[in-house]
């Protein structure tokens, strides 16, 4: 199964948001999340969504995120 490039950067955002550790990078070519969690759907759909093509970030156990991304993860 094929997952696209929108359900991937909506699992990093889900991540960022929520502060869970790892490594996350997003381009228009690819994206990598190393760590993190995928988004959890039930009771409703998660709506956070990145609003740059390019980023990176490094969430850090204790809270600590470090990234380029300024943005909101409003929808």
Request: charge should be positive.
């Amino acid at each position: 199964m094929k997952i696209s490039r929108q359900e991937k950067l909506r699992a990093i955002t889900y991540s960022m948001d929520l502060l869970i550790p790892g490594f996350y990078f997003w381009c228009p070519w690819f994206t990598v999340r190393l760590g993190g969690a995928t988004p959890d759907d039930n009771p409703y759909k998660y709506p956070g969504k990145i609003h740059d093509s390019t980023g990176i970030a490094l969430v850090l156990p204790g809270y600590r995120i470090f990234t380029t991304y300024q943005g909101s993860y409003d929808a």
